[in-house]
Every structure is written in structure tokens, then in C-alpha cells.
């Protein structure tokens, strides 16, 4: 009869200690937000999701927009959420509030002219398409248009 029984290695011990290190580690964090959450609801206070940041990469078309008739209609400078364009805000397509974004999360483009952080607050008229439009103002000589990993930044 063949011995079945494997020899254990220093690295079979390693690698099962760190397995149980990690798994009791995610459960002891698991039971914290539940405990917590559930402190919440006793106190009367309306439950939340836990106060965790997500961050969510995608590529997107990069594009920026005047406060013009042309661009806004007949509302220049106001935002479909009404508030006024300014400086560090954008507008979404429907595709990305539909699949990705909320008003009020933060777009982080990576590189590019428009590298930097906006906060999305207006709806941009372009169809089906991934597109993030950046507000300048009216003076803004800059015209710029091309593809970027954005990461969105769920909440404030």
C-alpha cells in the first residue's frame, strides 16, 4: 500500500497561518461594521451603509464646456442640479449617472490637460458614449478632447 500522506514543509505551514491570519482578520472586520451599524439603529439614528470610499476606474472621453447659449441653452452658467457651473465641477453623460456616478461624487481625471479633481453636478447632452465634461469659464481659451482612466470616488 503507497503512502498518501504528504510531508509538511515550513512553507506549507507559512502559507495555512497566513491563510487563517487573513480570513479571521476580514471576519473580525465584518463583525465591527455589523456591531457598529447595529449601535446605529438601537440609537434611533437611520441606518447607513458603512462609511467606506469606493473608488471605481474607467476610461472615459474627456471633454470641457462653456457656460455659452450654444453649449447650455437658454440657462447659461446653471447645472442640471441648480447649482452654478464653477471651476472644479463637470458634467456626466446619462451613461455614466446610469451605470457609475451620482451627483456629487468626485472624477478624478489621471492625465492629460484636464488632469485633476471635479465634482460632478451637470448632465452633458452627449449620447451613449462614456463622456466627462469639464466646466470652464466663458474667457477659457482651452478646447481639448481625448481618452483618460478617470477613477469616480463614490460620495463626498
Not at 465641477?89 to 451613461?95: E, G, L, S
Not at 462614456?130 to 483618460?148: F, R
Request: glycine residues 8%; contains cysteine; charged residues 20%.
Amino acid at each position: 500500500m503507497k503512502n498518501i500522506i504528504k510531508k509538511v514543509t515550513p512553507q506549507d505551514i507559512i502559507y495555512s497561518a497566513t491563510i487563517f491570519f487573513i480570513g479571521t482578520t476580514m471576519g473580525f472586520g465584518v463583525l465591527l461594521i455589523q456591531f457598529h451599524n447595529s449601535k446605529q439603529q438601537a440609537a434611533g439614528k437611520q441606518y447607513l451603509r458603512a462609511n467606506i470610499k469606493v473608488y471605481i476606474p474607467i476610461i472615459a472621453h474627456i471633454t470641457l464646456y462653456h457656460s455659452v447659449t450654444s453649449e447650455c441653452g437658454n440657462n447659461r452658467n446653471i447645472t442640471s442640479n441648480g447649482s452654478k457651473g464653477k471651476i472644479g465641477t463637470c458634467a456626466a453623460t446619462q451613461k455614466c449617472y446610469d451605470y457609475f456616478l451620482n451627483y456629487g461624487d468626485t472624477v478624478i481625471v489621471l492625465e492629460g490637460s484636464l488632469k485633476g479633481k471635479y465634482v460632478a453636478n451637470d448632465k452633458a447632452a452627449v449620447g451613449d458614449i462614456l463622456v466627462i465634461d469639464v466646466w470652464q469659464p466663458t474667457n477659457s481659451k482651452k478646447h481639448d478632447c481625448y481618452k483618460s482612466i478617470i477613477i469616480i470616488k463614490k460620495g463626498k
